[in-house]
């Protein structure tokens, strides 16, 4: 690393982006950055650097309107490449992963607090969706 990347990153540290107000101190960043003539290789590197963060922290805030409770789980374990023990935190055992994977437990209160939590989601997205609201194919 050269020392204008190092001066970089003790400047402005790129961290994982979690709340509006990180976001936007994010952004300012790389406004100043685009707001030069012409950018250094480092600083261009540090700009990608900053641009991946705020992409992940945008994903991570899209919401997913048609898949609902353990069926969003489902993809989200998919999506993020997780096993089921990377769940155990939340859950206590694999064997209750699996059986709420496989829909022979619901998920609880907890539970749904617990993964809202994880995967940076409203607690909501993980209710399951009543029979009279959902849309008729």
């Known amino acids: 690393m050269t020392d204008r990347y190092i001066q970089l990153l003790l ?29 250094s290789s480092e600083e261009s590197d540090y700009l990608n650097v900053l641009g991946v963060l705020v992409l992940e922290y945008e994903q991570a805030q899209e919401s997913i ?51 809202a939590q994880f995967f940076n989601l409203s607690p909501a997205v993980f209710f399951p969706v009543r029979q009279n609201t959902q849309a008729i194919a």
Do not use: C, M, W
């Not at 829909?103 to 617990?114: A, D, G, S």
């Open 65 to 115: 309107p048609d898949i609902y409770g353990i069926e969003l789980l489902k993809v989200l374990i998919q999506e993020k490449q997780l096993l089921q023990k990377d769940l155990v935190p939340i859950f206590k055992t694999e064997s209750i992963v699996s059986d709420i994977l496989s829909e022979k437990r619901r998920l609880t209160v907890r539970h749904i607090q617990e993964l």
């Open 11 to 39: 400047q402005f540290p790129p961290r994982t982006i979690t709340n509006e107000e990180e976001l936007e101190a994010t952004q300012a960043q790389i406004d100043r950055l685009l707001d030069q003539n012409e950018l």
